[in-house]
């Protein structure tokens, strides 16, 4: 297969900095859109991988999977996209689309495992892929989305990931007009799930292990905020939530929400990947039909949902931007939490 040479940000081993190399990217086959990427999000999950901090990281890693950009060529059978539109591609780039979750749209939950924007195994180039951290992209159609043009188009960047993270349960879970909805932790992913639920017509509050983000939680739409670490603010919601998205991203005590769910409530934990320290006490579940469960992502029909709606209620992120050449200090602040409430990079930079 013919390949071309674009610029990009990548590491070559855990403990390496990021820097500028250069990678291939394929020609367009009949079914690819190639995208002139003007944006990409930075996520916990890009340095996680490229400090391989989860193992399996294949090196050079190029991490990236918030792009937005504009289609610059497209394939002979493509037929949804044109030369110019603006589009995304989020954190899937293919999958079998044959088991019985691709075709009911959970390409996320693929039985043979999806390919990943950055660091899945590239079944055209026998490699791996890499990620936005790059001038270009070519990637299958089926999994490239449409961008509203009256959006933020960087703002966007941050919904491929944050945002369909906490829409997936948010709609699985029916939030929306009379359902009261619980966000553990306000970072990138929980000023989304705070937007996104609002939007949705839900009542939202937040839960906050200090009041320092209780006026940003309101401008972003909460209802309410309670801290977590007051025993008598936690006892004042008690059965009150009907579903509890749990954005927070290491090892944490989940018990203490399970008793502020209402009969039949959800706790979903869409930011912690690993064991549960302490353990799950189930009598509140059995005693309220509770459940604890998880989510990944979505799929391209559920993102595509959640571009539109975006689209339609004016939503996005609330966004740093910065030059790819700070992506090594940006790393080490995102560490610290140090971010409202997500990186994106300003992809122009790669190419001055």
């Given at each position: 297969?013919?390949?071309?040479?674009?610029?990009?940000?990548?590491?070559?081993?855990?403990?390496?900095?990021?820097?500028?190399?250069?990678?291939?990217?394929?020609?367009?086959?009949?079914?690819?859109?190639?995208?002139?990427?003007?944006?990409?999000?930075?996520?916990?999950?890009?340095?996680?991988?490229?400090?391989?901090?989860?193992?399996?990281?294949?090196?050079?890693?190029?991490?990236?999977?918030?792009?937005?950009?504009?289609?610059?060529?497209?394939?002979?059978?493509?037929?949804?996209?044109?030369?110019?539109?603006?589009?995304?591609?989020?954190?899937?780039?293919?999958?079998?689309?044959?088991?019985?979750?691709?075709?009911?749209?959970?390409?996320?939950?693929?039985?043979?495992?999806?390919?990943?924007?950055?660091?899945?195994?590239?079944?055209?180039?026998?490699?791996?892929?890499?990620?936005?951290?790059?001038?270009?992209?070519?990637?299958?159609?089926?999994?490239?989305?449409?961008?509203?043009?009256?959006?933020?188009?960087?703002?966007?960047?941050?919904?491929?990931?944050?945002?369909?993270?906490?829409?997936?349960?948010?709609?699985?879970?029916?939030?929306?007009?009379?359902?009261?909805?619980?966000?553990?932790?306000?970072?990138?992913?929980?000023?989304?799930?705070?937007?996104?639920?609002?939007?949705?017509?839900?009542?939202?509050?937040?839960?906050?292990?200090?009041?320092?983000?209780?006026?940003?939680?309101?401008?972003?739409?909460?209802?309410?905020?309670?801290?977590?670490?007051?025993?008598?603010?936690?006892?004042?919601?008690?059965?009150?939530?009907?579903?509890?998205?749990?954005?927070?991203?290491?090892?944490?005590?989940?018990?203490?929400?399970?008793?502020?769910?209402?009969?039949?409530?959800?706790?979903?934990?869409?930011?912690?990947?690993?064991?549960?320290?302490?353990?799950?006490?189930?009598?509140?579940?059995?005693?309220?039909?509770?459940?604890?469960?998880?989510?990944?992502?979505?799929?391209?029909?559920?993102?595509?949902?959640?571009?539109?709606?975006?689209?339609?209620?004016?939503?996005?992120?609330?966004?740093?931007?910065?030059?790819?050449?700070?992506?090594?200090?940006?790393?080490?602040?995102?560490?610290?939490?140090?971010?409202?409430?997500?990186?994106?990079?300003?992809?122009s930079s790669l190419k001055n």
């Amino acid at each position: 297969m013919n390949t071309y040479t674009v610029n990009a940000f990548g590491t070559a081993s855990p403990k390496a900095d990021l820097k500028q190399i250069n990678i291939q990217r394929r020609e367009p086959t009949a079914k690819d859109v190639e995208i002139d990427i003007l944006f990409c999000g930075v996520c916990h999950s890009d340095l996680h991988t490229a400090r391989n901090d989860w193992g399996g990281t294949i090196y050079p890693a190029v991490p990236g999977h918030e792009i937005v950009g504009r289609v610059t060529r497209t394939g002979a059978e493509v037929s949804r996209f044109k030369k110019g539109d603006l589009v995304a591609v989020g954190c899937l780039v293919d999958s079998c689309r044959t088991c019985d979750s691709c075709k009911q749209d959970f390409e996320q939950y693929c039985l043979t495992g999806f390919t990943g924007t950055y660091n899945g195994k590239d079944k055209h180039l026998n490699g791996h892929t890499f990620g936005g951290y790059s001038e270009k992209v070519v990637v299958d159609e089926h999994f490239v989305l449409k961008v509203p043009e009256n959006l933020d188009p960087a703002a966007v960047a941050p919904v491929l990931c944050a945002g369909i993270t906490t829409w997936s349960p948010l709609k699985h879970w029916n939030a929306g007009p009379g359902k009261k909805v619980g966000v553990i932790g306000l970072g990138g992913l929980g000023h989304m799930a705070i937007k996104l639920a609002k939007g949705l017509g839900a009542e939202v509050t937040l839960f906050s292990r200090t009041p320092g983000k209780t006026s940003d939680a309101k401008e972003l739409g909460a209802h309410d905020v309670i801290i977590s670490t007051d025993d008598q603010q936690m006892k004042s919601v008690r059965g009150k939530f009907d579903l509890i998205i749990d954005t927070v991203p290491n090892i944490h005590d989940v018990n203490p929400y399970i008793g502020t769910l209402n009969i039949s409530g959800t706790i979903v934990l869409v930011g912690y990947l690993g064991p549960l320290d302490p353990m799950l006490n189930t009598v509140p579940m059995i005693m309220g039909r509770k459940s604890v469960a998880g989510s990944l992502i979505g799929g391209i029909a559920e993102t595509q949902e959640l571009l539109d709606f975006c689209g339609e209620k004016n939503i996005v992120s609330d966004i740093e931007m910065i030059n790819i050449q700070d992506i090594n200090t940006a790393y080490e602040r995102m560490i610290k939490s140090d971010v409202r409430y997500r990186f994106v990079i300003d992809m122009s930079s790669l190419k001055n």
